[in-house]
C-alpha cells in the first residue's frame, strides 16, 4: 500500500519511537482526546493509543485507503476508543464538531511549522496542546512559527530535544499551549496556507 518507505528493520526506531517522542512534551496522554493530523500509516496516533489505553484518538489523513488500514489495525488490536476521519485539516476544523475540541493535537513530518500551526492549533481547546514532531535542526523553522502561534491563539513553542532510544537518532518535539479559541478567520484556504504562511 505504499504506506511507508522506511525498512522493516527501522520501524521500531522511525516509527514508534519516535511517535511515543511525543511524551517528552511533558503532556498527560493518560486520558482526554487527541487528533492527530496527517496520520498516514497510524503514526504517532496508534503508538500513542496503544501506549495510552485511556486515550481518545482521531486518526485523521485525506487518503482514504491509509485509514482504511487503520481501520483494520484498530479492529485486529482491538483499540477501543480509536477512530479514523478521512478530510482536509483546513476543513475539517472548521466544522463545530471538531473546533476547539481536543486536549491534544499532534503532527509528524507533515509541513512547515508555520503552515502545520494553522492546520493543527484549530482543533485544539484552550488549555490544550498542539504538539509537532520534528527532526533535530529546526531552530529557524519553530522562529518562524511565532506570529503564526500568536494569531491563532496559542504560545510560542516550548522545545525539548532527546535522542531515540538505542539510536543517534534526534528528535525535537515542540509543544504549543493553547491559550484561546483560534480567531474565525484561520484556517485560511488551503493554498493561501501554503503560499501565504503566517
Known amino acids: 500500500m505504499n504506506l ?3 525498512p522493516i528493520e527501522d520501524y521500531w526506531s522511525v516509527h514508534y519511537l519516535d511517535s511515543l517522542a511525543a511524551a517528552a512534551s511533558g503532556c498527560d496522554f493518560t486520558s482526554g482526546k487527541l487528533i492527530d493530523i496527517g496520520t498516514g500509516a497510524g503514526f504517532p496516533g496508534l503508538p500513542l493509543k496503544i501506549a495510552y489505553p485511556d486515550l481518545e484518538v482521531t486518526l485523521m489523513d ?3 485507503k491509509k485509514l482504511d488500514f487503520i481501520d483494520a489495525v484498530n479492529s485486529e488490536l482491538n483499540l477501543n476508543s480509536a477512530t479514523t476521519l478521512v478530510g482536509r485539516a483546513e476543513e475539517l476544523s472548521r466544522e463545530l464538531k471538531y473546533r476547539d475540541k481536543f486536549d491534544f493535537a499532534t503532527a509528524r513530518a507533515v509541513a512547515n511549522m508555520p503552515i502545520l500551526l ?3 492549533v484549530p482543533f485544539v481547546k484552550p488549555g490544550g496542546c498542539a504538539i509537532a514532531l520534528k527532526s533535530a535542526h529546526s531552530e529557524l523553522e519553530i522562529e518562524s512559527s511565532r506570529n503564526a502561534a500568536k494569531l491563532l491563539g496559542a504560545a510560542s513553542g516550548r522545545t525539548n530535544v532527546l ?3 538505542g539510536t543517534t537518532l534526534p528528535r ?6 493553547k491559550l484561546c479559541p483560534t ?3 484561520y484556517p485560511r484556504h488551503g493554498a493561501t496556507i501554503k503560499s501565504k504562511p503566517l
Open 62 to 64: 485525506s487518503t482514504r
Open 183 to 185: 480567531p474565525k478567520e
Open 163 to 165: 535522542y531515540l532510544p
Open 172 to 177: 525535537t518535539v515542540v509543544t504549543f499551549e
Open 118 to 120: 494553522e492546520w493543527i
Open 4 to 6: 511507508t518507505r522506511v
